[in-house]
């Protein structure tokens, strides 16, 4: 029994077996008791969604949950009581989960899509801003990949990096990508694609109910189904901008697509004459590697991330200025920050943290959003202010700009990013997924998200 292993004098058993068992036994009381938590989250959680669909005469059937249902014997063996503590929490907690999910995420945030071909994890996802409207994605695995939404099959290959790809943003008039890679460079490349035809029948258009969990088309993406292997390839660049030092992170277009921003980890953001390849300015300042950079739709202004903790707002609107300015909101790395409408910010860091910034005021953030995982890019439904969050621990949450949670995507072991979501992006005019994610196991997704749904739950 368990006593008797506890007991040193009464153990028969040798003093590394008995500690192993030992280990073992805490390692099972610490995971029951996270999940003991966690039911008490999920409890607090549909009370609250009681009180709201009271008025409705709807309930969430989530009473069921029997005080005695978790208990356990302690004279059962380690692999019983693992097993009971598995098979008890499923049983419980499973009824309660879905219902949350049916309520709220399933109708009004749905998987419409996945992406499937890339070889490593994807760190960066991006929508064209012309016609045709493609997807564009970043890996690990030296590639970019454009993708049809609709279709999700791929229609153009790059392979001109010989470092990892870190971020793909499209031009903004032009059939043009950029590219940052870890090679030290960013790319320029023209793609040519055709659009495959939509089938009357593609799982695109199953959209309601239980149907979305069974829209993947493999079990697993590490297999050998590689979309990508039939798909046009582009393997040189138009232009290769090659000043930095070390890794190249991120890129991006300032407004009119004649310039370009590119940043890195040897600390500095370089600003480049497009149709030269000639480095216009070196913005430098930052104490430690850059992690992302964005520019303003509408302004020449770019933005500036780093593991410094703070981020960087350089204003170019004036050919004789170039003015700087530091914001020192976050305690860890700054993973992202983007331009939203209007003079606000939006910035996202490893200290678990989102912060709105007013650019006329930038002493403190006009909101602070608190979760309980680190946030990688960041991005924001202009039209409607939504913040897409994607974080370190699989989940996606969304959020308006005065901090108050909206959603989180669906995820289970059929649906969702089943490891670190790296990305999100917004295409919120788009009728079949108006936002986009991306992470380490080497899937996009495209989702649906009713936004006047949403918002009306607010």
Same mark, same amino acid.
């Given at each position: 029994?368990?006593?008797?292993?506890?007991?040193?004098?009464?153990?028969?058993?040798?003093?590394?077996?008995?500690?192993?068992?030992?280990?073992?036994?805490?390692?099972?009381?610490?995971?029951?008791?996270?999940?003991?938590?966690?039911?008490?989250?999920?409890?607090?959680? #549909?009370? @609250?969604?009681?009180?709201?669909?009271?008025?409705?005469?709807?309930?969430?059937?989530?009473?069921?949950?029997?005080?005695?249902?978790?208990?356990?014997?302690?004279?059962?063996?380690?692999?019983?009581?693992?097993?009971?503590?598995?098979?008890?929490?499923?049983?419980?907690?499973?009824?309660?989960?879905?219902?949350?999910?049916?309520?709220?995420? +399933?109708? #009004?945030?749905?998987?419409?899509?996945?992406?499937?071909?890339?070889?490593?994890? #994807?760190?960066?996802?991006?929508?064209?801003? @012309?016609?045709?409207?493609?997807?564009?994605?970043?890996?690990?695995?030296?590639?970019?990949?454009?993708?049809?939404?609709?279709?999700?099959?791929?229609?153009?290959?790059?392979?001109?990096?010989?470092?990892?790809?870190?971020? $793909?943003?499209?031009?903004? @008039?032009?059939?043009?990508?950029?590219?940052?890679?870890?090679?030290?460079?960013?790319?320029?490349?023209?793609?040519?694609?055709?659009?495959?035809?939509?089938?009357?029948?593609?799982?695109?258009?199953?959209?309601?109910?239980?149907?979305?969990?069974?829209?993947?088309?493999?079990?697993?993406?590490?297999?050998?189904?590689?979309?990508?292997?039939?798909?046009?390839?582009? +393997?040189?660049?138009?232009?290769?901008?090659?000043?930095?030092?070390?890794?190249? $992170?991120?890129?991006?277009?300032?407004?009119?697509?004649k310039q370009a921003v590119t940043a890195s980890w040897d600390r500095t953001a370089n600003l480049y004459d497009v149709e030269t390849s000639e480095l216009v300015h070196s913005l430098t300042g930052h104490d430690q590697e850059l992690t992302h950079c964005c520019t303003h739709p509408t302004q020449r202004l770019v933005v500036t991330s780093s593991?410094?903790? @703070?981020?960087?707002?350089?204003?170019?609107?004036?050919?004789? $200025?170039?003015?700087?300015?530091?914001?020192?909101?976050?305690?860890?790395?700054?993973?992202?920050?983007?331009?939203?409408?209007?003079?606000?910010?939006?910035?996202?860091?490893?200290?678990?943290?989102?912060?709105?910034?007013?650019?006329?005021?930038?002493?403190?953030?006009?909101?602070?959003?608190?979760?309980?995982?680190?946030?990688? +890019? $960041?991005?924001?439904?202009?039209?409607?202010?939504?913040?897409?969050?994607?974080?370190?621990? !699989?989940?996606?949450?969304?959020?308006?700009?005065?901090?108050? *949670?909206?959603? !989180?995507?669906? *995820?289970?072991?059929?649906?969702?990013?089943?490891?670190?979501?790296?990305?999100?992006?917004?295409?919120?005019?788009?009728?079949?997924?108006?936002?986009?994610?991306?992470?380490?196991?080497?899937?996009?997704?495209?989702?649906?998200?009713?936004?006047?749904?949403?918002?009306?739950?607010?």
């Amino acid at each position: 029994t368990c006593v008797k292993l506890c007991t040193k004098q009464d153990s028969k058993l040798p003093s590394a077996i008995r500690n192993t068992l030992l280990e073992l036994f805490g390692q099972i009381e610490r995971e029951f008791e996270n999940l003991y938590i966690e039911n008490l989250e999920l409890r607090r959680e #549909i009370d @609250t969604l009681n009180e709201r669909l009271a008025g409705e005469g709807q309930t969430i059937d989530g009473a069921e949950l029997s005080k005695g249902q978790l208990k356990t014997k302690a004279s059962h063996s380690t692999s019983q009581l693992s097993q009971k503590l598995k098979t008890t929490y499923k049983a419980s907690t499973s009824k309660i989960v879905s219902s949350f999910k049916t309520t709220t995420s +399933r109708a #009004i945030c749905q998987l419409v899509k996945e992406y499937v071909g890339h070889r490593d994890g #994807i760190w960066d996802v991006s929508v064209a801003k @012309t016609q045709p409207v493609v997807l564009g994605t970043a890996s690990a695995d030296h590639t970019a990949l454009l993708w049809s939404i609709e279709t999700g099959k791929c229609l153009v290959k790059y392979v001109g990096h010989v470092g990892s790809v870190n971020s $793909i943003k499209f031009h903004p @008039t032009e059939q043009v990508a950029l590219t940052a890679s870890g090679d030290q460079t960013a790319h320029i490349w023209r793609y040519i694609v055709q659009l495959p035809t939509p089938q009357p029948t593609a799982d695109c258009n199953q959209v309601s109910g239980e149907d979305e969990v069974e829209i993947s088309d493999k079990d697993e993406p590490d297999g050998d189904g590689d979309g990508s292997s039939d798909c046009p390839t582009v +393997r040189v660049p138009l232009t290769s901008l090659k000043s930095h030092q070390g890794v190249v $992170i991120a890129a991006d277009w300032l407004v009119g697509g004649k310039q370009a921003v590119t940043a890195s980890w040897d600390r500095t953001a370089n600003l480049y004459d497009v149709e030269t390849s000639e480095l216009v300015h070196s913005l430098t300042g930052h104490d430690q590697e850059l992690t992302h950079c964005c520019t303003h739709p509408t302004q020449r202004l770019v933005v500036t991330s780093s593991r410094d903790t @703070t981020f960087r707002l350089w204003d170019f609107r004036d050919p004789s $200025i170039h003015s700087v300015n530091v914001f020192q909101g976050h305690t860890d790395t700054v993973t992202s920050a983007v331009f939203t409408v209007g003079d606000n910010v939006v910035s996202g860091s490893d200290d678990r943290t989102v912060k709105v910034w007013d650019l006329k005021n930038m002493r403190s953030p006009i909101a602070t959003i608190r979760t309980d995982s680190a946030v990688n +890019r $960041i991005s924001v439904c202009v039209g409607q202010r939504i913040i897409a969050l994607p974080h370190d621990n !699989r989940q996606v949450r969304l959020f308006d700009m005065s901090g108050v *949670r909206l959603a !989180r995507l669906p *995820r289970s072991n059929r649906q969702g990013h089943r490891r670190m979501v790296c990305c999100s992006a917004w295409c919120e005019d788009h009728p079949i997924c108006n936002l986009f994610t991306c992470g380490f196991d080497r899937q996009a997704i495209g989702w649906n998200i009713n936004i006047p749904a949403l918002l009306q739950e607010k």
